[in-house]
């Protein structure tokens, strides 16, 4: 079945770890999104991708890093975790043909402590 | 950038009500998207709608672009309803979209 798969679900480190948030769809998706939620509050853009070899900042992108080599693949990396990283990231995709409409992740619940 | 602006934060309910929630954006949209975040944090689309009305079962929605406003209509609810609706707008359509904060809704049984 067609879908998007974010790794890992839960995820609890140590400040000034290097980690990367993994983000997959099987949709053939051109457009993929991350978000960053603190709980009950509001999705914050932190990156986004138009398709392959092309990236974007978004409002709250500082410190964190994407790559999109293949269309299917998203990854998200902290080069170093802060305790003011934890937080809920979600991804997501969109395809330009298919009406624009967002699939999103079951996200990945990060803690740094 | 643009403002989104959704009203009311909370709202509570008894299972069988209807209830209307409402989106407010401060500039011409292209793209216009309601969701549904249940309470294990799963997001759901609803409707892709930057223009007039959708219907789907119980829930249906109305943008009315030239007004920069949005509706989202929830008939009979159900206390599976609950959880967080979020409105989701971007200037064109296939650009990335900034959401709004959310209306809470708590449907009792």
């Known amino acids: 079945e067609a879908d998007i798969y974010q790794t890992p679900r839960y995820l609890v480190i140590g400040t000034g770890k290097k980690i990367t948030l993994e983000c997959s769809q099987t949709m053939g998706h051109d457009k993929m999104y991350w978000y960053q939620q603190d709980p009950g509050m509001e999705l914050h853009l932190i990156h986004y991708?138009?398709?392959?070899?092309?990236?974007e900042k978004g409002d709250l992108s500082s410190e964190s890093t994407v790559s999109r080599i293949r269309t299917e693949h998203f990854p998200l990396t902290l080069e170093s975790a802060r305790p003011s990283h934890t937080s809920q990231y979600l991804c997501a995709s969109s395809n330009t043909r298919g009406g624009y409409g967002y699939t999103f992740g079951s996200g990945t619940r990060l803690t740094v402590v | 950038g643009i403002q989104v602006e959704q009203s009311p934060p909370d709202l509570i309910l008894q299972e069988g009500a209807n209830s209307t929630l409402r989106c407010n954006f401060s500039?011409?949209?292209?793209?216009l998207q309601w969701f549904h975040q249940n309470p294990w944090g799963q997001l759901i689309n609803l409707f892709y709608?930057?223009?007039g009305t959708k219907q789907n079962g119980r829930l249906s929605a109305t943008t009315v672009a030239t007004e920069r406003y949005s509706l989202l209509y929830i008939s009979s609810s159900q206390t599976t309803d609950s959880g967080v609706y979020f409105c989701a707008v971007a200037l064109q359509a296939g650009t990335a979209l900034i959401f709004g904060k959310g209306t809470t809704l708590s449907v009792s049984s």
């Open positions: 500039d011409s949209v292209n793209n």
């Open positions: 991708s138009y398709g392959v070899n092309s990236t």
């Open positions: 709608i930057p223009s």
